[in-house]
């Protein structure tokens, strides 16, 4: 019993990792009504970047930041460079998920010589362990779990309160009619990228933190609780990838603590099936993954 | 020399095999099959472990399930088979009701997590070191090492290849191959005619299959053995690159790509100096794939040989005015 609780506790960092990429990804496709694949590749980019800040001598903390920029930066790229001129050229949806997964190994495998084939791990001081029953967490654990919270408040905030939210609500259910209404939706686009590669970037990192150790091939694990979480909360949803997270990030952690950790992966894909068998839309979304009816 | 030689004819038979699975399935009808590998790798395992003698053989060094030493053809059969019924139950999750490109991405998830559970499941079929030592077929009765028997292998690697591709031939001029392209181009108005777009996607679902199981039967007959690493989720996209790169949809396309893309790159890079650190070829070589992906896709999506298009006349309208029935049959 105790075990299950302590992998409870470690349930509480894992959800607080998937809740901030999955964010971003699941925002991605709701704004540009496409699937970015090559989110996992640039996850690990960012934490490649921070890597090489935090390998000079600078604190993981401080170098957090740069893994958010460069996520941002990356992703806002890869959007103006190859996604949008495909999409303007009228690539349908699968041609466009084609492409992302051409990005995607790509990108890994234009990193691969660069940052070499072993893997790295940051320099970084977890700080001291804190007991409540069973659950033990590190001190830099805690920080991430604060550190995802805050993250939700802020996407909260942004897409309640902000004007940029309500346009970019706005872009994302129904773009031509956004624009009609004189949303300058290029920009709105070009702003959401950069958000949600800041989230990738982030999340990159913490992810990085949060392991031993990680190298160019943890791209593609990185995606399938994410893939898990967005589609299982409704894709196209941030608060449905949110509760997605939660969900997600529990169960994989308790099943590895019953079954064995080498089937965590296996649980979310078993859980991405029950979803896309029985309620493709997800939990929050009205389509979601769900086909056009027709 | 012979051993090359055979040796790329049979990768050729094997991958003009597979792209014409992915044409089918692809080019024809919209479907992106992202787990497409784990066909093939299923096709390989099943005539594996019906082929190899008991697990205990060999000095037990490997393990896997059955192992029931059955003689040629039957584990080709039995590959093709199990590449058709694996089909079905994917099928029913990913074909129903999810859009399209959740389609892709569930069978890229699919196919990652197969790897995954191969991989950590050794004493299913072998997981990380694979299976080896895999008998050749008929081995017991001619000499697997000798020149005739890698020509007469070739040859009847080569001879699928084409009996496949006449089938394939027949699907895309049957009118079956013409409601799988109203389909890919609009589903909403082929299923306003009555067409059942979950049936005729299964169906071909299943045709692919089918073909990929038999091309991992080829595959594992001649190499002998098989593993986790040969059927990673980037070789479906080697695959995808060939259909793009020849023409989708169009069977001679597929088979230029097949010969242009998996076995020209494998053949290029063998040519190739050595340089730079260990490693950086192989991946210049998936940035390259990936680069071709994205160069056809812009400049010339559909491919070197593009699909034929199709022009149907229209039925002779009335000509005379004032004659309301002139002109109709």
Request: no cysteine.
């Given at each position: 019993m105790s075990l299950i609780v302590a992998a409870f506790g470690f349930g509480l960092v894992s959800m607080s990792i998937i809740a901030i990429s999955a964010v971003g990804f699941t925002m991605q496709f709701g704004i540009t009504?496409?699937?970015?694949?090559?989110y996992g590749q640039v996850m690990i980019a960012s934490a490649y970047a921070a890597y090489a800040v935090n390998n000079a001598g600078v604190s993981i903390w401080l170098s957090l930041p740069v893994g958010a920029i460069f996520g941002a930066v990356f992703s806002f790229l890869l959007n103006r460079l190859v996604y949008a001129p495909f999409q303007r050229k009228g690539t349908n949806l699968i041609g466009m998920v084609i492409i992302s997964l051409a990005v995607s190994l790509v990108i890994a495998n234009v990193m691969l010589p660069i940052v070499g084939y072993y893997s790295v791990s940051y320099h970084q001081n977890p700080g001291t362990t804190y007991h409540l029953g069973s659950i033990a967490l590190t001190g830099e654990q805690i920080l991430i779990i604060v550190l995802a919270v805050v993250v939700m408040l802020v996407i909260y905030a942004l897409l309640r309160f902000t004007r940029l939210g309500k346009a970019m609500r706005a872009t994302a259910a129904n773009p031509t009619l956004a624009r009609n209404c004189g949303i300058p939706t290029a920009r709105v686009v070009d702003l959401a990228w950069l958000i949600t590669g800041a989230l990738c970037g982030l999340a990159g990192t913490v992810a990085g933190m949060n392991s031993d150790s990680f190298s160019v091939a943890s791209g593609s694990e990185f995606l399938i609780p994410i893939i898990a979480a967005s589609i299982l909360g409704g894709a196209g949803s941030p608060y449905g990838a949110m509760i997605g997270a939660v969900l997600i990030g529990e169960m994989t952690e308790i099943s590895a603590a019953i079954i064995?950790?080498?089937?965590k992966q296996v649980v979310a894909f078993a859980v991405l099936v029950l979803v896309m068998v029985l309620r493709p839309q997800g939990l929050l979304a009205k389509r979601g993954a769900l086909a056009a009816a027709g | 020399m012979t051993y090359y030689l055979t040796t790329v004819l049979v990768y050729a038979a094997v991958d003009i095999l597979a792209c014409l699975a992915i044409s089918l399935q692809?080019?024809?009808?919209?479907?992106?099959?992202?787990?497409f590998i784990i066909f093939q790798a299923a096709g390989a395992y099943t005539a594996a472990v019906l082929s190899l003698p008991r697990d205990t053989a060999n000095g037990g060094f490997q393990t896997y399930i059955l192992g029931l030493n059955l003689s040629f053809p039957l584990p080709w059969i039995a590959a093709t088979l199990v590449g058709a019924l694996l089909a079905p139950p994917i099928g029913l999750v990913v074909l129903r009701r999810l859009r399209s490109d959740y389609q892709a991405i569930a069978m890229l998830v699919l196919s990652v997590i197969a790897s995954l559970v191969v991989t950590n499941?050794?004493?299913?079929?072998?997981?990380?070191?694979g299976l080896s030592?895999?008998?050749?077929?008929?081995s017991d009765k001619f000499n697997p090492y000798s020149d005739g028997y890698l020509w007469a292998y070739t040859a009847g690697a080569l001879v699928l290849a084409v009996v496949v591709f006449f089938i394939a031939q027949r699907i895309i001029n049957s009118p079956y191959g013409r409601s799988l392209r109203a389909l890919r181009e609009n589903e909403v108005a082929a299923k306003a005619l009555g067409k059942n777009a979950v049936a005729l996607k299964m169906t071909v679902f299943v045709v692919g299959g089918a073909i990929a199981g038999l091309s991992g039967a080829i595959l594992v007959g001649f190499i002998t053995t098989w593993a986790p690493s040969t059927w990673l989720y980037p070789e479906t996209l080697i695959l995808f690159a060939a259909v793009i790169v020849g023409g989708r949809g169009n069977n001679f396309g597929a088979v230029l790509g097949a010969l242009l893309v998996p076995v020209g790159f494998e053949e290029a890079t063998r040519y190739l100096p050595p340089f730079g650190p260990p490693g950086l070829i192989p991946a210049l070589e998936w940035v390259c794939i990936g680069g071709l992906i994205l160069g056809f896709l812009w400049f010339?999506?559909?491919?070197?040989?593009?699909e034929r298009r199709r022009v149907f006349a229209a039925r002779p309208q009335p000509v005379v005015a004032g004659e309301p029935n002139a002109g109709r049959d």
């Open positions: 009504n496409m699937i970015n694949l090559a064995s950790p080498e089937y | 692809f080019g024809v009808s919209g479907i992106v099959n992202f787990s499941t050794p004493a299913f079929l072998g997981g990380a070191a030592l895999v008998p050749q077929p008929l010339r999506p559909r491919g070197v040989l593009p």
